[in-house]
């Protein structure tokens, strides 16, 4: 096929497009009535964000989305936003924008294709199956030449696949890689299952945390779909606003968002809530794909010791082991999951600078960053809390 013959769109918002158009190339696995691999791509998550005021003006996400059509047939898109901070993307820049700028240069706005405020794993250059090769090309160059005609500083994709962190890299971006903790499911018939692949004081280790985050005094249920009721978002809401001010300074989603995902997208979700002397406590929101649970959010009006741990932690792998998921992505950062089970993973990311004289600094920087990163995985896995023997299958 003739990649001439592909257009290469912008639109402003995902009223202009059916979901079903969009879903066919976001998230084609679920065609069949499955879960798609991840729901942050699909069109009711991303609509969700734009209808709450959750992105758009004033926000410093401004959608962009990015579509490519061959003879009228939609065949690829990319969630793309123009930014005007570097807020809410979880692999920084911020350093890149104070040197640039202290150069003289103007770093905002930039461009960027993510999915907002979630540090999540998944495709981004997201082509209708048949078409990935010249779909995917077309993608990446339409968003380069947007970025030139634009005379923006930056394109920046975030938290891509290895895959498409491959082919970006062969088309001319500059690969970026960093690392999260995730939790593997090795086959586990139940959570002692997975204790018994630890050494014998990390298992006691999490043995005494659970027990004691279980005895705060109250008890902790899970809720999704049908048996999501507004009353538990009331207390999600609160708990979601004290994370968001100590993290943030106010929280990236709005009211209107979790108000929305309620109502189509609560099969998406599962709630864990701690409730003691019939008060909600302490919740962690979770979202589930095709094959990994992902843990987004956690709040508390009550410090509980190992409460934290228990809801985000233990029953994120009690549900993933439950639901036969292949593993839980807790999250950015936080080396303290390490001892929890959750290992070292590489993430990756994808940038193009307009500027050839700083895009050559921050290639040599990306290099280094990436030795380093691959050096502390080696480390901090050697540290795990796995035996000798599990850890070494696992590399």
């Known amino acids: 096929m003739d990649q001439a013959q592909i257009e290469i769109q912008v639109i402003g918002s995902l009223a202009q497009i059916a979901a079903k158009e969009w879903d066919a190339c976001a998230c084609p696995e679920a065609a069949d009535g ?41 065949i690829g898109i990319a969630p793309m936003y123009a930014k005007s901070n570097s807020q809410g993307e979880y692999i920084f820049d911020h350093n890149w924008a104070h040197a640039y700028e202290r150069a003289g240069g103007r770093y905002y706005p930039k461009l960027q294709v993510a999915v907002p405020f979630t540090p999540a794993t998944g495709r981004r ?33 975030t938290f891509c696949t290895e895959e498409e962190a491959n082919i970006g890299t062969q088309l001319g971006l500059m690969p970026r890689t960093t690392q ?13 299952g997975f204790l018994g692949a630890l050494s014998s004081r990390k298992r006691k280790n999490i043995r005494k945390e659970r027990a004691q985050a279980n005895a705060f005094g109250g008890t902790v249920e899970s809720f999704s779909g049908d048996t999501l009721k507004p009353e538990h978002w009331d207390a999600f809401w609160t708990f979601y606003q004290d994370t968001g001010a100590r993290k943030w300074g106010s929280p990236y989603l709005t009211r209107a968002f979790f108000d929305i995902a309620h109502e189509v997208m609560a099969d998406d979700m599962v709630m864990m809530l701690a409730e003691r002397d019939g008060h909600y406590v302490a919740g ?26 228990e809801l985000c932690y233990y029953r994120a792998i009690d549900l993933a082991i439950a639901e036969g998921l292949q593993r839980v992505e807790a999250g950015a950062q936080g080396e303290h999951k390490l001892a929890r089970g959750y290992l070292p993973t590489q993430t990756h990311s994808l940038h193009w600078v307009g500027d050839s004289g700083f895009a050559d600094a921050i290639g040599r ?13 080696e480390l901090l896995t050697d540290y795990g809390p796995f035996k000798r ?3 070494e299958e696992q590399q």
């Not at 999260?180 to 002692?192: I, P, T, V």
């Open 34 to 74: 499955g879960r798609p691999l991840d729901p942050f791509t699909t069109h009711r998550f991303l609509l969700a964000l734009e209808q709450s005021g959750s992105v758009g003006r004033g926000t410093g996400w401004q959608p962009q989305y990015l579509t490519a059509y061959l003879d009228g047939m939609l």
């Open 180 to 192: 999260q903790f995730h939790w593997l499911n090795d086959g586990y018939a139940d959570f002692d």
């Open 125 to 157: 250059f997201l082509v209708r199956p048949g078409y990935e090769g010249i779909g995917q090309s077309a993608l990446v160059q339409g968003a380069v030449q947007l970025a030139t005609d634009n005379q923006v500083s930056s394109l920046h994709i």
């Open 365 to 377: 920087y990306l290099q280094a960053e990436r030795e380093a990163v691959n050096q502390e995985i």
């Open 389 to 391: 023997a599990q850890v």
């Open 284 to 309: 962690a929101l979770n979202f589930v794909g095709r094959e990994t649970l992902f843990g987004r959010y956690w709040g508390c009006i009550e410090h509980h010791p190992y409460l934290h741990f």
